[in-house]
């Protein structure tokens, strides 16, 4: 169990790009490893892990239940999840501690209209490409945006989408 508990707290401390980056870790200490599971059960584990909602890292009951049944379950849930909390709640109260500084929240005022200047340049750079390809496209992104804003349904965008491109096309203004 101590093993079980060691082996899920390296996951949760080092699995940094969500549950799918530490999924080949995961695989080594636990296939290759320590042979817990085969090949096929950690498939199925994966699988499993997908088809639940959450966290795909929930991984960690289905080996825990397979090494030493509900309390191992228990035990590898709560060791790989153990880190990430214990340094969510750290950076919480360190946060809460800066925002009672003016400077601090006068940075965070100007960091804000940092990134929104920051999205601005972003959709300018994926509109450009856009516009050089088609400039109609552009006025048809904003139609749908306009639309989708309106509530029009998914479908009927579509459908008015395929429309539109085989008017275009037919017209060989494209």
Do not use: C, K
Request: net charge positive; charged share 10%; proline share 5%.
């Amino acid at each position: 169990m101590l093993e079980l508990i060691l082996r899920f707290l390296l996951v949760g401390a080092i699995a940094f790009g969500g549950g799918g980056a530490a999924l080949p870790l995961v695989e080594r200490l636990t296939v290759a490893e320590t042979r817990w599971l085969t090949p096929q059960e950690f498939a199925i584990g994966v699988g499993f892990a997908y088809a639940t909602p959450g966290p795909v890292l929930i991984l960690a009951a289905f080996v825990g239940f397979r090494v030493a049944g509900v309390w191992g379950a228990l035990a590898a849930t709560v060791s790989v999840f153990a880190v990430p909390v214990v340094l969510a709640a750290g950076a919480a109260r360190l946060v809460a501690r800066l925002n009672s500084s003016g400077r601090f929240r006068a940075f965070g005022r100007f960091a804000a209209a940092a990134a929104i200047g920051l999205l601005g340049l972003t959709l300018f750079a994926l509109a450009r490409p856009v516009v050089d390809i088609h400039p109609a496209l552009l006025l048809a992104a904003a139609g749908v945006s306009w639309a989708e804003r309106r509530g029009l349904s998914p479908l009927l965008l579509i459908a008015a989408a395929i429309s539109a491109g085989a008017i275009v096309g037919a017209a060989g203004w494209w």
